[in-house]
C-alpha cells in the first residue's frame, strides 16, 4: 500500500500513530529513571534514545508533548540528572507497565517490581534488574517548534556493562547482555547479532571481521 501525504494526515489517529511509530524500524527499549528533590522516584519505557557523539559521550532522547504531566521531563529539568537502563526479555511486562499513567506520588518501580539501585552521587534511581545501566547529566535541552517536542541531550557520566559484555576494543555485546528491541509502541524483539564488519575503505571490498 502506497501512502501519500493527504493519505497519512487522512487516517485515524491511532492507526496513524500505529503505522508511523513502526516505520522507523527497530528501536532501542530503554527505561529512563528519574527524581525529585523530595526523592519521589520515576520510571518511564523510552525508545527514542539516539547516540549523538562520543567525545563527549552524549545521547540524546525525545519525550513528546501532551496534556498531561511529564513526571519525567520535569525531574531531568528539576535536577539535571537521570538514568539509561536497557530492558532485557527477563523483565519485558515490568518495563511496558511504565507506560501506564500512574499519578506522581506513585512509583512506577514499585507499581510494576523493578528494584530501585542508587549509587553514591548520583540523584537519579538505576534499575538493578538491567544488565547494562547509564547515568546521565543533562547538558541541552530544546523544544522543536516542528511539534513541540522535547529534544534532550545528556552526557554519560557513569556507565556499567557486564564483563561478558565488554568487548576488548570496547564494543559492547548487547545480544549476551539480553537486551531488547522495539517496533512500534508495543512490540518487543528478541535480537541476534548476523555479522560484524570490518571498518569500510573505498580501496577494500566489504570484509566480515567475524
Not at 496534556?67 to 518495563?95: K, M, W
Not at 576494543?169 to 547479532?193: E, H, K, M, Q
Request: charged share 20%.
Amino acid at each position: 500500500m502506497l501512502f501519500r501525504s493527504k493519505d497519512i494526515a487522512a487516517l485515524e489517529s491511532r492507526y496513524r500513530a500505529a503505522l508511523i511509530n513502526s516505520l522507523s524500524g527497530f528501536k532501542p527499549a530503554n527505561l529512563i529513571g528519574t527524581a525529585d528533590r523530595q526523592g519521589q522516584t520515576n520510571l518511564a519505557i523510552i525508545s527514542s534514545v539516539v547516540h549523538l557523539g562520543s567525545q563527549p559521550p552524549l545521547l540524546a532522547l525525545i519525550i513528546r508533548p501532551s496534556p498531561v504531566e511529564r513526571h519525567t521531563l520535569d525531574n531531568i529539568l528539576d535536577t539535571g540528572c537521570y538514568t539509561i537502563n536497557h530492558v532485557s526479555d527477563q523483565f519485558i511486562e515490568a518495563a511496558h507497565q511504565t507506560a501506564a499513567r500512574y499519578p506522581r506520588e506513585q512509583s512506577e518501580f514499585a507499581a510494576t517490581g523493578l528494584g530501585e539501585l542508587w549509587v553514591e552521587d548520583f540523584a537519579a534511581p538505576f534499575v538493578r534488574e538491567a544488565s547494562i545501566r547509564m547515568g546521565l547529566k543533562l547538558r541541552e535541552h530544546q523544544q522543536l517548534e516542528i511539534n513541540d517536542t522535547h529534544f534532550l541531550i545528556g552526557e554519560i557520566a557513569l556507565a556499567e556493562v557486564p564483563d561478558d559484555c565488554l568487548g576488548d576494543d570496547g564494543s559492547v555485546d548487547i545480544c549476551t547482555a539480553g537486551t531488547v528491541a522495539l517496533s512500534g509502541l508495543d512490540s518487543y524483539y528478541n535480537t541476534r547479532r548476523l555479522r560484524r564488519m570490518a571498518y569500510a575503505k573505498p580501496d577494500l571490498p566489504p570484509t566480515p571481521v567475524d
